[in-house]
């Protein structure tokens, strides 16, 4: 036995994969069986290149290929992430031996359900990113000219900072925050490319911001140059949708693949914003 498949009792002869599908944006998913022949240290990646060659499902039945998103496969962009037998994670590094482990009859594959579906497995994350630039999570450039070295970062910065540099925009956090609720908007008949993204950023800046953007924006309020913005940052925190709509479930750090203390970040972010309130009411 292979020490990727501790607890895999008996090889079976076939995988069955059910899958949830749907044709476009906005149209009705349905479920899908497929088949393929069990290989042993297949991840759920590979799954998906098998149900993509064979495109039939487990009845014979001619379908088009499932649509899944990945890029580095290796648990660092985050685009292959989605809901696997009921748990958020990428599918990358979901080992399909482990999984059969914990449930032998069959792998169950969702797309992520707090993000709008574009095809199939494949979500539109666009959101993730929109919160990211709404707290300005990013260190401000004035020049590219060389202006010498910069700020001494102390050791105690950088073991608070480096865990949090770590976050890849996946989004497990959000699919699994009780206050990240899914925004889909449908584009009107005429609609402008304009107008519509004009309508969907405000329904964004409304709605919750969530534990990635909240732990980014600690990141760089604690970097010698990114704090320039921490006023912008706890700004954008305090207001629509900010730390107050956080309900403190914790459920967002029980996910995380690459177990970055959110939870630590929601409570700093909690105090920042605190003093920052206070300073703003003396400074009136
Ligand atoms: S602690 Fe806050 S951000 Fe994390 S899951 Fe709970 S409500 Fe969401
Ligand atoms: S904080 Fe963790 S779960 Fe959330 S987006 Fe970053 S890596 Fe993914
Ligand atoms: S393909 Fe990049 S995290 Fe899975």
Not at 122 to 130: A, G, I, N, S, Y
Not at 253 to 266: D, R
Request: glycine fraction near 6%; charge should be neutral; charged fraction near 30%.
């Amino acid at each position: 036995m292979n020490a990727l498949e501790p607890n895999l009792k008996k090889r079976p002869e076939f995988i069955n994969v059910r899958v949830r599908r749907q044709d476009a944006p906005g149209k009705e998913p349905y479920w899908e069986l497929h088949k393929i022949k069990y290989e042993p240290e297949l991840n759920v990646i590979s799954v998906l290149q098998r149900i993509a060659a064979q495109a039939k499902t487990s009845d014979g039945k001619k379908v088009n290929p499932v649509a899944w998103d990945c890029g580095c496969l290796e648990e660092v962009c985050g685009a292959c992430t989605m809901v696997i037998n009921g748990r958020v994670r990428q599918s990358c590094s979901a080992l399909v031996d482990r999984l059969l482990a914990e449930n032998s009859d069959e792998l169950v594959l969702e797309p992520m359900s707090k993000f709008p579906v574009v095809r199939d497995l494949q979500v539109d994350r666009e959101r993730l990113f929109h919160n990211l630039s709404r707290v300005k999570a990013w260190v401000p450039v004035d020049s590219y000219y060389d202006m010498g070295r910069g700020e001494r970062v102390s050791r105690e910065d950088q073991e608070r900072n480096y865990p949090l540099s770590q976050c890849m925009s996946c989004g497990c956090c959000l699919e699994a925050c009780p206050q990240f609720l899914k925004v889909e908007l449908e584009r009107r008949v005429g609609e402008s490319d304009e107008a519509y993204q004009a309508r969907k950023d405000a329904e964004f800046d409304e709605s919750f911001v969530g534990p990635h953007a909240i732990s980014q924006a600690m990141l760089f309020n604690n970097h010698p140059t990114g704090k320039t913005l921490a006023d912008d940052r706890l700004e954008a925190l305090t207001g629509p949708g900010g730390i107050q709509v956080c309900g403190n479930a914790q459920n967002c750090v029980a996910v995380c693949p690459k177990e970055i203390p959110l939870t630590t970040s929601i409570a700093r972010t909690g105090r920042a914003t605190t003093l920052y309130a206070i300073r703003k009411w003396f400074e009136k």
